[in-house]
């Protein structure tokens, strides 16, 4: 079909210049100089101005309207579904605007960057400012439904509004914060350990340790690499080249450890895409609640369980060999350990779509016009402390912490709790086809995990909406019970709570 | 003038197509894992494509000749001349020659390097018969002249033809053969150092010794990197962010030294470029020539001194204790050995030539009809045993060492020599100016230099062609009389040759 192949082919641009987006993304993280901001900035908004051009030729809308007609098969069909969400939303922003905006994200990163280094809101302010009014205008242009938070929840997970996140959050908040308690009175009497000052684990050691670890999961480092970079991320690229980063603390060999686990888990979901589809919908990651749920999967239900650490015991002992002599259940409670920080990214498993739901309540005020960037300190300040009954002392530890707002990623958030979700979904279901995933985790061989994983959920990239992908995999449609279950499960026997 | 701003909004979409290219092409060299190679082709052929059909659009061909009746300033006036030549060039190739002949290279890259490792011209030859046979087509598209190699050449450096390298390189090797000839003779009397074997070199020593070097050279790291790479190479990429590579070998820290005074040169000659003129010809190097004189020009001329080795002789004293209690002079002669070696990369500035010579001598035989592939080793090694009276052992020492026919660069070569030509008249016109350089570079201070190639070379960017540029940086054409003069004073007085 003609029609099929030049639309493809229109496609395939739109995504290789995405593609090279995301290359000199992570190239700025990971290497670039810092007098290169000011032009890698001017790059990028060019580089969006163009895809913005051509996905809203006029070509493209003739095209689908033609496709939407025709009887397609099911990856045919499902490239011009995305493709069409897509285009329906760029032919309502003019390019001026996609460039503006783009210019504006590379900008407030760098100010961002330094505000938080010093803690300093005011530094920041302008920019988010500026970053909250573009989003404002991009909202009012795409065309307010009722709730115009809607219109960026929209854009990070299809199909989930407020009517959706409100409910599921007070359910979860509901049993979530009875649970923080007991283990806050239970923790007085248990006797948790805590990692001792005075040792010191090696960078080296560590990035050695990960590797091995990265490579028992399934990542395939010739067709990948792992470097540093501030803030861990991955990056799909293109096939043959998915690249992760983590960080490094020799004071703390956890952080770099499960940094990895989770930048792998999402590594992994980019190595396992059909790449006879590359560059188009069909290639690509369906929705970023489903990204999470890989990340979240590896980092958590199979890398902060006793059975992980039994396999991984004799390479940590060697990688370092001055750490205490520790074995498998302590190495695992000291991974495990449920505490008010204030950090949404060190959170554990209880506190953590906590910390998401604040983000969340804020963004929502924010953009339904109940909270002006002025207060919004004072907001996050004094939502911390009725929820963890613990003073902010400082923005760098609040409202500050997080690059998102920087990059104008407004909505983003709540995926984060919905890749916890059906992440504990997955494992229900992957241990009822499986049998007990501990003796499996237990016996260092983790493949046919992944092999699990990849018909179900990697190699079917957006075929389908996020939600039906769950309920293919898994026989169910999303629910938190899963979650609810599991979290009050694991942290019930860790703390003894009966 | 609106069309004059047109004209400029697509030079300047067609030169971040190239720097695109550019900062991919460096990623692939230093960074990209083994399996990204093929949808790096593609992505390369993909990108290749695209800037062939903007810099073909028939508005760019409209625009360039609506602007030639123009009048323009000299600034303006450049860049439509440039764009002009490489506008009459592309229309004359198809899209789909251009994107074959891109993704080609790429394969032929991949094949060469493992031919080389293993020193079998027999697994390379498919490739470069491809690429040959290519070219070939190329020159016939491009229309042939009366030579077909000279337009390879023009491509590299403009103007330049085998009627002028001709006679240019039988001048040369006039003088340098005998010259050659009497270091030989004299190296039997004179004692000359070599590097003792059982001294190691760490890489991170090396590392500290040659950013030190570069830094004071005036490359500014804050607005680059030095990574490490098979093949040391520079790359400008953009505004902010130069980038260039060098290699270590632990026994020998002149490899290293050498290859980053070599790409620092490059490297300072691209963060020099006005900025203000960027993505446009006016903002880009004018030539291969031209450059390849910056990179000789400290590597040899400032570098391989007595005076440059008492600067930096604390330098490499602290980074390297373990070496032998060598003086300025010892070092100075280390780095200067004139050897009949089979490598032009690790050849002396008497021998460079000559190696350069040989290709070009393969080369035009190559695309003017003497030469068949099938006898190009045999062609290079009896080439090879007549001029410098030794036997290539195998390929790898041979026709497989140079990275360029791999890429199908085909007449760049020669600009190799240019580049040292220029150098030696650049030098000659500094000094005349700035007073005893070998003074200058003793002092340590070594940014008069640099001040003074920024706005005869740097800042020139392509105003006007090469050979104007070198004219009126020194008063005179460019002319092979100040090398000779240079090379015969300082190896007569390194050999005592009378």
Redesign the interface.
Known sequence: MEAYDEFIQRVQDIH?LG??QG??GW?QEV??????????GE?MA?LAGKRHEQLTDDRMGELLQFLEEMDLSPDQAANVREMRRAYNQAVRLPKSFVESFAQARSEALVSWQSAREASDFEAFKPSLKHLVSMTKEKIELLGITSTPYDVLLDEYEVGMKVEDYDPLFAGLRDRLVPLLHAITQAQVATEMPTLPSEISFPVEAQKVFCEEVAKNMGF??????MDASTHPFSAG?????TRFTTRFDEKDPFSCLYAVMHETGHALYEQGLD?NH?FTPRGAAVSLGVHESQSRFWENQVGRTPAFWKVVLPWFRSSFPDAPDWDEHTLNRLANRVEKGFIRVEADEVTYNLHVMLRYEIEKRLFNGDLEVDDLPKAWNSMFKSWFDVDVPEDRLGCLQDIHWSMGAFGYFPTYTLGNLYAAQLLEAMAADLGDLDALVGSGDWKPMLDWLRPRIHERGSQVSPAQLIEDATGSPPSPEPFLRYVERKYGALYQLD
Chains 1, 2 share one sequence.
């Open positions: 290789r593609a090279l290359h000199l190239d290497l670039m100089p810092s007098k290169g901001a000011s032009s890698r790059m060019w395939d480092f010739s067709a990948g690499r690229l293109w096939p043959g080249d790449h590359r």
